[in-house]
């Protein structure tokens, strides 16, 4: 998956967070704090070099000198943890004075010291048996093996603050949801349109064609019967019969597709094992869900569902796949899995990206995990409420 921050990384799993290039950059995020740190001795300097009657005007001077240079530093390096775009807001200026003052004052000593003890503590241990040579040579080995073992952590540790750091920089830097919430807002427009449609193209193909197809259907059952089976046209009515039959139940297959009143009707969980059940690969399924949940969520999860299954038989070749679904702490938690070839990805078609759109619109997220070879694992969280 790709991450955009580094405390979106930091929830990935462990060999894929230590391989990928963010603790590096966390620490180079973090590093980074000498400039303002000089900055911050420049001025100190120009107070204290001087004679005292001058300090009330060196101290603001120089402060005023390196504020904006220290202010563009700032966002130039929160991109090496923070890779959303900042979106222009009309006070900018303001906000990145009051964010380059607190860096000269606090945060670039608090980010110096927490790199300090992080790094400093397992590369010493590390190299003991280098920097300790009075130390007995086993002992000095073990400490060495102990500060390799503790890098692993000083990586989490250092993402963790060099993430909370950048996005403490965001918050300061843009107000919460100034822009993207009106991009999720015409998403959510967007999507409500697409479900009216939804709506009517179920409807006009259940009110209309499926009305007719059934009625063909009837009518050559009943030519059927006035025509003996043995000659040429009765064979061809037959023919034309068993094809309509074959066109009406192909029809309901789509409607059912488009629209579920099994969903409608009784639920996600009820929905989910209906849809199991069609599924050509034997389908496991273990749903335990309370009650009805909010209908969006619903709807969505039964997509998650609808898909993941049609790509397990378009795609997979698996012999056996299942279906859980829970609600954990307020989150609805789907996950589809089957035992096929794997090497599914979500850019090489437009059912997976289509599924991360919708679960974008409800503020959930959808993850895969699709090794070549296999298993599948798609899994989808949906917020409840
Ligand atoms: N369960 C799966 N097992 C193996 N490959 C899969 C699976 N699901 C999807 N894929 C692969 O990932 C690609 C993307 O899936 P998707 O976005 O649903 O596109 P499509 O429109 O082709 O179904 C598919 O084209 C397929 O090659
Ligand atoms: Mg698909």
């Known amino acids: 998956m790709f991450n955009r921050t580094a405390l979106e990384a930091l929830t990935r799993r462990p060999l894929p967070f230590l391989g990928s290039a963010w603790p590096w950059r966390c620490a180079a995020y973090l590093g980074a704090s000498v400039v303002p740190g000089a900055a911050a001795g420049l001025v100190a300097a120009a107070v204290l070099a001087v004679p005292e009657a001058f300090r009330v ?20 390096r929160l991109r090496l943890v923070d890779g959303v775009p900042l979106p222009e807001v009309p006070d900018r200026r303001r906000r990145e004075a009051g964010l380059a003052l607190m860096t000269l004052l606090a945060l670039w000593w608090i ?64 107000p919460q949801g100034s822009e993207l919430s ?49 000659t040429d046209v009765g064979r061809l009515i037959g023919l034309a019969h068993d094809e309509a039959k074959q066109a009406l139940a192909e029809l309901r297959e789509l409607i059912r597709g488009v629209h579920s009143p099994v ?73 589809i899995r089957d035992d096929g070839v794997g090497g599914a990805d979500a850019v090489k078609g437009t059912g997976l990206t289509g599924l991360a759109d919708r679960l974008s619109v409800v503020e959930g997220r959808l993850s895969l995990s699709s090794p070549i070879g296999g298993p599948t694992l798609l899994r989808a969280e949906i917020p409840c409420s």
């Open 263 to 335: 969903l409608t009707d009784r639920g996600l969980a009820a929905a989910v094992r209906d849809l199991s059940g069609r599924s050509p690969v034997p389908v496991d399924v273990c749903f335990e869900v309370p009650g009805r949940l909010p209908a969006p969520v619903e709807v969505t999860a039964y997509y998650v569902v609808s898909e993941a299954l049609a790509n397990i038989v378009k795609h997979s070749r698996a012999t056996t796949a299942s279906v859980t679904g829970r609600v954990e702490r307020g989150t609805l938690v789907v996950a």
């Open 57 to 76: 005007v060196t101290g603001p001077a120089a402060l005023m000198l390196v504020l904006w240079p220290v202010a563009r530093f700032e966002r130039w």
């Open 182 to 230: 009106e991009v999720l807002r015409s998403r959510a427009r967007l999507v409500d349109a697409f479900e009216m449609e939804r709506r009517r193209i179920e409807r006009d193909l259940h009110d209309g064609a499926q009305q007719r197809l059934v009625a063909l259907s009837m009518t050559l059952g009943m030519a059927k019967l006035d025509m003996p089976e043995d």
């Open 111 to 174: 980010d110096l010291i927490m790199m300090l003890f992080t790094v400093a503590g397992p590369v010493v241990l590390v190299l003991s048996p280098v920097v300790q040579p009075a130390v007995a040579p086993g002992v000095a080995v073990m400490a060495s093996v102990a500060g390799v073992l503790l890098l692993p952590v000083a990586a989490y540790t250092v993402a963790a603050w060099g993430g909370a750091r950048g996005a403490m920089a965001r918050a300061i830097l843009a």
